[in-house]
């Protein structure tokens, strides 16, 4: 009968036989493969070191906004008597868009200019008069004096006649008429908008640390959805004076030629902004073992076996890192297999 003591002594027994079965099962194998990796070269993959351009890419996106963007209003407050433009039309500076009822300015106007016609006759007389008797020249003086108010009343009344009629202060694209001829308006009444979009700027972040390298007139790719892969060439032409200390970025503005009226205020744009073009050694980024503040590559040499080699590397891309020493044009640089093997090791390289 099955007792707990023969069970304690069985116990040791069941042990050593599990450890028998497993020697007999595993041992040999792991033997073999020993045996078989002694001095044998590790496979592993490499690329011939070369010179290569590259340039350094920052992508961002930002919205895009006019040249020029304005809400047209009236600076008087009167009634509309003639509107001179439809919704969306092209205009040139200076343009009519709206007149204003006016025509108690211009009969203001028109009176100041008989009457300083008339005061400036009586000027011209009392000059003939006062080459001659002395009594004209004080009323000379006083004449002059009528003359100059009346000039500068008739300019003041000449600049709010002006003011009711309402010019495009630059060229650009009409928005849409917001307003009808007998609409009533003041300063706060919003006619329509105007845009110049014959140059689209777009604002954007860049990092801190890129700062340095940062000028006007570098080179900025743009992309909108609307337009699928079709690139816009455009450039720096504004770069902010301050570092928002919140993400520690700085704004720049990339302005685009717009000649085709494709791009449009509001747009989400893609962009690439060209930092810097290297020319050195480029080499894959997974080939690079980083240590600390170092960074190592493992290097293949005339006997095939692999030597650790420290680089310097001088900007990343998009899988790529460019290096500016450590690595010799025409070097054999291992890609894949740099866990499998350390300095000294045999290698072979996978065809």
Known sequence: ???????????PFIILVLVAILSYLY????????????????????????MQEKTLYISAVGSARANQAIHIS????DYITDIYFNDGDVIKQGDKLVQLQNEQERLAVKELKINLKEQQRQLKRLEDLAKSQSAARSQLETQRSVVEALQA???????????????????????????????????STSLTTLDDISIIKVDFQVPEKRLATLHTGMTVVGKSDAYGERAFIGQVSHIDPRIDSATRSVQVTASFENPESLLRPGMLMHLEL??????????????????????????????????????????????WVAVSSGVETGQQVITEGVIKIRSGSTVSVKS
């Open 1 to 11: 009968m099955f007792t707990q003591q023969s069970g304690k002594a069985l116990f």
């Open 27 to 50: 041992l040999p194998i792991s033997q073999g493969q020993v045996s078989r990796a002694a001095g044998a070269p590790t496979t592993v993959s490499a690329q011939t070191a070369s």
């Open 74 to 77: 009236s600076s008087q407050s």
């Open 153 to 187: 009343k008739l300019q003041l009344e000449q600049t709010r006649l002006d003011e009711l009629l309402i010019s495009a202060p630059f060229t650009g694209i009409l928005g849409k008429r917001l307003v009808s001829v007998g609409s009533f308006v003041n300063s």
């Open 274 to 319: 060209e930092l810097q073009t290297y020319n050195a050694i480029m080499l894959p980024e997974k080939s690079v073992i980083p240590r600390q503040q170092k960074h190592y590559v493992f290097v293949i040499d005339e006997q095939q076996k692999a030597k650790q080699v420290e680089i310097n590397i001088l900007a990343r891309f998009n899988g």
